[in-house]
């Protein structure tokens, strides 16, 4: 699925990264608990998370995922953005609620990803 029409199944505003609208993704982690992601997210990847702080977008980068959508109308500040912009990050936020975020993106074709070990 490209990022693009992540963004129009969830009404998504982009923030930063336009450029990787076009990109390809396959698994997603919906998540507010960091060292969840970095147990379950897949490389590049989509982190879906209600939480708005550095440690996010550090999470993200450490993990290879290069696109995070903050849900429930979560807008990170300035800091957040400049920081994504620095390591070319894809930032979305959308109104609806993680639950039905990851239902939509799931229902649509998005596997969620599995523990590493596992995989």
Known sequence: MK??????????????????????????????LMSDVLRFAKEDGIMLTGLVNKQVINTADMANMHSIIFVRGK???????????????????TKTPMFESCGILYANGLKGAKPKNEL
């Open 3 to 32: 990022l693009n029409q992540v963004q129009r199944l969830l009404s998504a505003a982009v923030l930063t990264g336009e450029n990787h609208l076009e990109d390809e993704v396959h698994t997603a982690c919906g998540c507010d």
């Open 75 to 93: 807008k990170p500040g300035q800091e957040l953005i400049d920081l994504a912009k620095d390591i070319d990050m894809l930032i979305m936020t």
